[in-house]
């Protein structure tokens, strides 16, 4: 009796092989996918925050570029028609500073009252030596 033994040609095999290798990903190629995605995020997150510090500079200077001539121009107008600043004003501190001594003069809108824009464009225009060389004001608004 004759067994029946059957014939499989070499490039069943080979064919085989080649849908076994198409047929997914390696350990080595997710290995190395993974390394590259993690370096990724890596350079992002290194770079993220001296991306918000300039993002945080520009609208420093955005406000400062858009204020300096508004305030410039009240200065310059006498402060006629800028009552509403007073909206947006809550306090101005002026400090002498003579030879090291400091006294604090506050000004808020309890004590003396921020009724008009001239009354702050005042406060905030008063300069930065009094006659004596040796006496500065520093003039700050919040």
């Keep these: ?3 029946f033994t059957p014939q499989v040609s070499e490039s069943f095999f080979n064919r085989a092989a ?6 997914g990903f390696t350990m080595i ?4 996918s993974l390394a590259i995605i993690g370096f990724a995020l890596v350079a992002i997150v290194g770079v ?4 918000l510090n300039v993002q945080k500079e520009n609208r420093e200077e955005t406000i400062l570029n858009q204020d300096g001539p508004f305030l410039l ?6 402060a006629q028609g800028f009552d509403d600043l ?3 004003v809550q306090s101005i501190t002026v400090m002498t500073l003579p030879s090291g001594v400091s006294n604090n003069y506050f000004f808020n809108d309890l004590t003396y009252g921020f009724t008009n824009g ?4 005042a406060l905030l225009s008063i300069p930065k030596y ?4 040796t006496v500065t004001n520093l003039v700050t608004a919040k």
């Design 130 to 133: 009094f006659g004596v060389p």
């Design 118 to 121: 001239a009354r702050i464009i």
């Design 18 to 23: 080649a849908c076994r290798a198409l047929a």
């Design 73 to 78: 121009e009240a200065i310059r107008s006498g």
């Design 86 to 88: 007073t909206n947006y």
């Design 29 to 32: 190629e997710i290995a190395i």
């Design 1 to 3: 009796m004759k067994t």
């Design 48 to 51: 993220l925050p001296a991306g």
